[in-house]
């Protein structure tokens, strides 16, 4: 006896909206490589360090142990950063945060990979309780960053800010260029995306976008903090 197995019905997808998804995921994967790297290049080092010490005629068991710690001290560490970053591959849907936290996950995330081109990323964000979305604040604050740099080209800083007005959120994003180097990397991988692109993801999010020159706005609505 056999038995089907269960099936996903294919959800109405708007092309677009997907393939705009796609190029900002492939512009992420940089940064998100860079990420990763980061985090478990101290435990390849440590592990070699460990190998030589074990190497020796009679192996310190001090120094040994204090290896062993300091693997086991990444490894934790290399863990909580590797599920993070998944989450802005594989979104959890129905996730808030502090929209601060979304703005300084955004800057931590991009800062290197924005530097290596010549830009800037200043976090203007203030402490304060206004939890959105967090999936689509992810998505769009990269989108918005990528268009903004690719088209201004640099030397340049970009601000990002929020504030809260008529019980939205409205996360403001402004370039200025500046003077200094220009960068050490040329094109972008993969290829720039486009404003209506942006709007598209803005979009599908339920999320206003609004671009005036190197200047733009997204308000999204206020939710409830997680828990609550």
Known sequence: MTSERPHLSPAPVDAATEAARYALLRRLAFAIRHDLMAELQPITMTGEVLERRLAAPQPDLKQLRESAARITGFSRAAVRSCLDVITWMAPEPGRTMPVQQVVRDTVDLLGSSFGFRGFVLRNDAIEAPWSVPRTGLRQLLPACLFLLADEAGPPAEITLGAQLADGQ???????????????????????ALSAAEVQLLARAEGIAFTRTGDHIELVLAQVPPEGE
């Open 169 to 191: 959120v409205r996360v403001v994003l402004s370039l200025e260029p500046v003077e200094g180097p220009e960068g050490v990397l040329g094109e972008p991988p993969y290829r």
